[in-house]
Every structure is written in C-alpha cells, then in structure tokens.
C-alpha cells in the first residue's frame, strides 16, 4: 500500500497540522511515511501545502508530481492541484468561498462541507479533524484509532480535554463527505 | 667582586615575570605594546592564573601576542576576538579570558564582535590598545585617527568630513548595559602604570567574579606610524590624544557614584 | 531502544547534537534552518547536558566560536543556510588551517546572492572545492533522509576527532523542512575535561599544570614553514581520500546504466529508476554519502560496466564536473539540473535519461 497525497488551502486552516496528524497516525501504523511542506512566507498568507506519503515500503522521492488523493480548502489550491490528481485518483474539497466545481472527468470527486459543519457545531478549532475524518471516510490510508493515538501524543497532557472534540469531528467528516457524480 | 658574586637572589633588584616568555619582542623601540604585555604577565603571575588564563591575540602588531605571554592562547581572525573569548568563556567558565586587541581590530573590523560581546556582558576582559593609526599594515587611518592627524591613507590629514570622526569606542561601550568596567588608561609614565596594573586586576577579578565585562583601554603611542621618536610620540600623545581620549575611569557599576550619575544622565 | 518519532530534519539534528554529547552550538537565525536552533532553545540541553547554546550577533561571530570552541578541544557545531554559509568561509578556512574538529550544516536554499529560501544543492563547488581562502578541504557528509540528519552528526564528530578536521554536512530544504520517522541515538554524555584534555593535548584549555603553553594558531610568517604545514594538510585529505569514502548504490548490480546524485535529488532520482525499470530499462543509482572525499574509483569502476551516466542536481551542474573526471571520457555522462530552488521531479528526470541517454 502506499498512498501519495496533497493537502492545499489557506494559511492557517490547518493545513499543516493535519497532514502531520494523518503523517503520525501512520508512522504508530507502522508504515514509512513522509511530510513535506510548501515552506515560506506563504503559510502565513496565500496558499499552504504540505504532501504526505504514507507506504508500506521505504519512501524515495518525498516529492511529486501527481498524486493519489488531493485535498483542497480552497480555490487558488483547486485550481493549482484539480490537474495533478493520477487519472482514478481522489480529489476532495470544501466548497466553502469556492467559485468553480472541479471539471475533471477523470477522477473521483467528494465534497466535504467542513467549514460549515464546523461553524455550525462552534467547532472551527478542529476545522482541519472535519477534513481528515472525510478522507479516510473515502480511503482508509490510516486507522482512526491511530489518529487519535496520534493526538494523544503530540498533544501536551493540558490540552488532553481536546480530545473528545477531535475525535467526534473525526467521526463527523466521515459522516458529511459525499460523492459528488 | 665578580660577576657571579653579584648575581644572588639577595641582590636582586628586578625580575622579569615568568608569565612572559624570554623569547625577544618584534615591537618597536618606544611602542607601549611590550610594557602592556608586561603588566598583563605580572597581573597574571600575582594573581597565581597562569594555568586558568587563556588570551586571544588579534591581527595588527600585537598577533604575536602568544609569543611573549606565556598562557594558552587562540589567534583570531582579524577583529573576531570578542567572538572567539565568548565561546571559550562560555564553554570553560571556571577560566579566566581575555583578548588583546588594537584599534583597526577592535574599532573597525570587529566593532560587531565588540558591541555584541559586551552586550550580552559575557565575563572576558578586552584590553583594547588604541594608538590612533594601523601599525602593522604600515601606518594607516585607523577609526580612532585623530581630526587632521595625517597618515598612509589620508596624507593630508584626516577629513572628517570624508573619513568622519575619531570613534571614542569606550564611551560608546559604557551606553552597553553588559559591560561592568571601562576605563581609559596609559603605560607612559610609572604612575600611570601603576594605576593601569590595578586596572588589569580589577578587571580581571571582575570577569571570575560574572560581574559582566570589562574593557580597559590603553592609549598608546605609535612612534613609528606618527614618524616621531619615541620621547617625542610620548609628548604628542599626552597633548593630541588625551584631549580626544582622557584618561580615566568611564564606567564602573561597582561604584555608587556611577550608577547614580549614569541614572541621572539618562 | 528509542522509539519512531516523527520531526523534521532540522529538528532531528538538533536532538542528534545533544546526544552525540556536544558541548556547543553557535548559531544564527536563516531560513530554511531555523529549526535547528529552535529546537535546541526549546530542548534547554545546558540543563541536561550543559550544552552551551548561543544565538551570535551574525554567522560570522558564530563560525569564529566555533573556531575558539573547537580550539579549547571542545565538541562545537552550527548550522545556517547558503547565504550565511558564504559569510562563515573565512572562519571555515582558519578551523581547516588550524586542523579544528568541528561540525557545521549547511542546509542550501537557492542563490547566488540573496536567493530564494527554496532547496538548492548549489554551494556543491563552495563545500567540496574551498569556498575560503587557501587550499584545504572539509569532510562533507550528504544526508538524504530525516534518519541520517539525526545519525550523521555522530558519525561527523568521529570523523573530525580523528582526522582533527572541519566536517561539514551538507543537505538542503528539503530534508531540512521535510518530516520522517526517524529513530534518535542512544544519549552519550559530554566528554569530561580530563577526557578532552586527554584527546586534545593540543587544546588551549588554559596550562591545568601542563608546564607550557599551547598556542591556536594559523600564522606562520616564514613561506618553508608554511609549506610544509599544507603538505601535511594535503598528506591528511589523502589519508581521508584513501579511508572515508562512502556511498549508496541502488539497484546497481544488473544496471545498464547508473545515475549519480546526492542529497534529496538522489531520492527523486529512486523514484525515476523506479519509473525507468517499470518500462524495462535497468537503471541504478549512486549516491554519495561523502561528497569529500568524492567516490573516484566507485565511478571509474561502474563506468567500466555501465553504457552511460546521468547526473542530476539542483544546480546548473557542480558534481557532474567530478563524475566526469572520474569517468575520464569512458562513457557519455549526461546532465539534468534545475536551479533557483526549484526541484526536479522523478518524471523530468526520466524523461531527460531518456532523450539525452537512449536518444528517445
């Protein structure tokens, strides 16, 4: 198994972090993985992207050109990542602020409205758990116990109240993310 | 009486310190560097440190200060002593640390490394020897060149208006807060050695004592740059350069009179 | 045994320094190496280990620390990024001529001049073939992986005790920003001062009752005296040459042809042999591990098998100087590079092997 995917929006949706829960959730998996950001000035405006590779095998490049699953949060990242998903690949986005629906034909398209969820639940601090939750709805790269295992490390033991939150957005994503045909 | 007859320790009128070494000084006659050196041995056989002392010499007349003194020694690239007597008192605290600079090394090129070591007040004692011109390279315009004063690069004397103005680098250094002592001395006379000897230890003691750092400059006659003989570079200086660089202590915060002064003037 | 972590290179670095028992780090902030730092101020080792760490005035004051540290015998290192890698060759040239045990990264971006912040494998001239005045050489280590920034500054401080000599290690943004499981080392406790003196009975560490004084110094006036001094440098990089040497090699063994890389282009460059091999075409790679000293006779030996060599890096092409030398005209050595921070994808890299080597 080995999973190649582009996450992509706004400075500061989290972009980052998420690619670093699912990169973690992996490695306590067991797997090789890799975590490569677009670094820069730009995570703190324009767009943010970070790949993550997730492989039962040892990785080479931890760059690419095309990818398995493309995650977009918003247009600037569609219009710059909708031609780089592999032909069969995932593409998946949140339609919030979006102008234009992803035109490929090519590939498997869903729509995660986590922004929206999010807002409605008073939930936008784990935005990014919607998004994530969304993904592994549609592919399983890694176990959603391993993602909250993930948290539970990374995260100093004060903000292990944050949990509770980060799991039920992780439930809800799966919940909310449709096929759009 | 013979000549072994004379030489007994109880006939002894001098000695030579044995912190320096008997190898023979490249300076030149009348230079104040071989009587700095020399206080700076003494300073260091009194105080019993030889063996907790490291110097770092700098690039102008004095690089070969580690020939004379006689302690571990690093030589630095021009002007980055302050950096190099940093590290090795940070990594070595139990260590006394100083460096020997001139003023092209100290006031030009290392004028960072000076204003940054001193800042961060690291313990190091910084004897900075000021003699107004280049020595080694030839007698060049140095920072501290004095208005009008004619040397190898300005020939005509120096213009302010092109070269600006003699930088008074210890009076900018007592604005530094980490700085603890800095006093402006001279080595040509016995009073003012003298003084200049308890300057050295005081810094010194300062240093182990992480007080914060200590400068003492020395203003120092370039007989040979200023094209004057030694008795001469000695009048000139006590008449041009101590109107522009008098002598004295500029900082000390272990004096209450200081602080308060100093709280005063700002 | 430790476990997997997840961190970037920069920050494995940081943590692999305080492990491998270094007494110091002198650094500047630059990006994209700013982790390092970072990670160590965060880390608070001088409460653990008494690692001394310092952030200096500028790169210069860092590198002459780092010359006065590794004076005193201590174990010192710093890490900035090609701009400031350039502002540190005068004092990397003193360490190299005063033969100073030192570790520094250079984590390249995109130049010349003030550049891009992007990775870059440009400064390959400047790290392998000088950059400071004089002539002398660094040991120069190419991690590629998260694991090796953590592994290597061990091995980097063996190498530079032994030979008492600068060690540099050289990557880019890439590994430096990228994250990877990695597996710290086992801790090792900072030398004692009676160990260091023991080691370094050159070290200016004040007399401690030695009865003479040492002396650090790169000054020496008389031109015999300096010459024998650079022919005994020169004795030491051929030792180095002769006893350092180390390399990758992937899929080699039935390879037609061989690509030759380092750093982070090496991995691209798996994944385009990878490509390569899927269509039937047997590629391999080599990597340099040590960039100095350069893998002469791998390459001479494996252009006595393959049809063809393919160098890629990000530059406008630095290696592929010495891959030639070493190649000495037997068979075609093609070139792929992209420059400015910008990074080669494993696609462009089959695509050119293909026109430039198969004429396809």
Not at chain 3, 18 to 27: Q, T
Not at chain 3, 120 to 125: I, N, V
Not at chain 3, 145 to 172: C, G, I, W
Request: aromatic share 8%; hydrophobic share 40%.
């Amino acid at each position: 198994m080995k999973r190649e995917i582009v996450i992509a929006g706004f400075g500061g949706q989290g972009v980052l972090s998420m690619g670093k829960t699912l990169a973690y959730a992996g490695l306590l998996q067991g797997k090789e993985v890799t975590w490569m950001p677009a670094y820069g000035p730009e995570q703190r405006g324009g767009t943010a992207n970070v790949t993550v590779i997730v492989s039962d095998d040892p990785i080479s490049s931890p760059l690419l050109q095309k990818y398995d699953i493309v995650v977009v949060l918003n247009q600037p990242s569609m219009d710059k990542f909708e031609s780089k998903v592999k032909p069969g690949g995932v593409l998946i986005y949140d339609p919030n602020g979006m102008t234009r629906r992803p035109e490929r034909k090519d590939i498997r398209v869903f729509e995660v409205p986590a922004t929206k969820t999010a807002e409605e639940a008073g939930q936008q601090k784990v935005f990014n758990m919607f998004v994530l939750g969304g993904l592994l709805k549609i592919d399983q790269v890694v176990e959603n116990d391993f993602v909250m295992l993930g948290l539970k490390k990374s995260l100093p033991e004060r903000h292990h109240n944050l949990l509770p939150a980060n799991e039920a957005a992780l439930i809800k994503g799966g919940e909310i993310v449709k096929e759009i045909k | 009486m013979t000549r072994e007859e004379i030489i007994k320790p109880e006939n002894l009128v001098y000695g030579k310190t044995k912190v320096l070494t008997d190898n023979i000084m490249h300076y030149c006659p009348g230079c104040s560097h071989g009587v700095i050196h020399k206080i700076i041995a003494e300073v260091i056989e009194e105080m019993g440190i030889q063996d907790q002392t490291v110097g770092v010499a700098p690039v102008g007349c004095s690089v070969f200060a580690y020939n004379y003194i006689d302690v571990d020694f690093q030589e630095a690239a021009h002007g980055r002593a302050p950096a190099l007597a940093t590290a090795i008192k940070r990594l070595m605290p139990d260590k006394y640390v100083f460096t020997y600079q001139g003023d092209g090394d100290l006031a030009a090129i290392g004028t960072a490394e000076t204003v940054h070591a001193c800042n961060r007040g690291e313990n190091i004692v910084i004897f900075f020897v000021n003699n107004g011109i280049y020595g080694m390279t030839g007698g060049q315009m140095a920072p501290t060149t004095l208005e009008g004063m004619k040397t190898a690069t300005c020939p005509y004397g120096r213009n302010t208006d092109l070269y600006g103005f003699p930088l008074r680098i210890s009076e900018l250094l007592e604005r530094v807060d980490g700085t603890c002592y800095i006093t402006r001395q001279s080595v040509h006379k016995v009073a003012n050695i003298l003084k200049a000897k308890k300057a050295i230890r005081k810094a010194f003691e300062n240093s182990m004592a992480g007080k914060g750092t200590s400068v003492i400059e020395f203003v120092s006659a370039c007989n040979t740059g200023w094209k004057m003989n030694p008795i001469k570079a000695n009048e000139w200086m006590e008449e041009h350069m101590f109107a522009k660089y008098p002598l004295g202590d500029i900082k000390d915060t272990e004096k209450k009179h200081y602080v308060e002064n100093n709280i005063n003037a700002r | 045994m430790e476990e997997a972590r997840l961190m970037k290179g920069n920050e494995a670095f940081a943590h692999a320094a305080i492990r491998c028992g270094a007494d110091g780090y002198f650094g500047y902030p630059i990006t994209p190496q700013s982790e390092v730092m970072e990670t160590l101020q965060v880390l608070k080792p001088w409460e653990t280990t008494g690692m001394v760490v310092l952030q200096a005035e500028s790169e210069v004051s860092a590198i002459n620390m780092v010359y006065a540290g590794a004076s005193c015998g201590k174990m010192v290192l710093t890490s900035s990024s090609s701009p400031g890698v350039s502002l540190k060759q005068e004092g990397v040239s003193y360490i190299a001529a005063g033969e100073l045990p030192c570790l520094i990264l250079n984590c390249m971006r995109g130049g010349p001049g003030l550049g891009t912040i992007q990775p870059s494998q440009a400064d390959y001239f400047q790290s392998v073939k000088g950059g400071g005045h004089g002539d002398y050489h660094m040991i120069v280590l190419a991690p590629c992986s998260v694991q090796e920034m953590a592994d290597f500054p061990s091995l980097a401080f063996e190498l530079a005790f032994k030979y008492r000599n600068p060690v540099l290690m050289l990557t880019d943004g890439v590994v430096g920003q990228m994250m990877e499981k990695v597996v710290l080392p086992e801790p090792k406790p900072r030398r004692t001062m009676e160990e260091i003196v023991k080691q370094c009975p050159w070290a200016t560490t004040g007399r401690m009752g030695r009865g003479s004084s040492n002396v650090m110094t790169t000054l020496e006036l008389v031109p015999e005296k300096m010459e024998d001094r650079n022919t005994l440098l020169q004795e030491k990089y051929r030792l180095i040459e002769e006893n350092e040497v180390r390399v990758e090699e992937y899929h080699l063994d039935d390879a037609e042809y061989a690509m030759v890389a380092f750093g982070s282009t090496a991995r691209i460059c798996k994944s385009a042999c990878e490509m390569l091999r899927a269509e039937g075409i047997k590629v391999g790679v080599l990597r340099p591990i040590t960039l100095f000293p350069f893998p002469k006779k791998q390459i001479s030996d494996l252009a006595k098998k393959v049809k063809g060599f393919l160098t890629v890096e990000m530059s406008a092409g630095q290696m592929v100087e010495d891959v030639r030398l070493n190649v000495n005209g037997a068979k075609p050595v093609a070139f792929y590079g992209r420059q400015g921070g910008m990074i080669p994808s494993a696609e462009e890299i089959a695509e050119s092997f293909k026109a430039q080597l198969l004429k396809k």
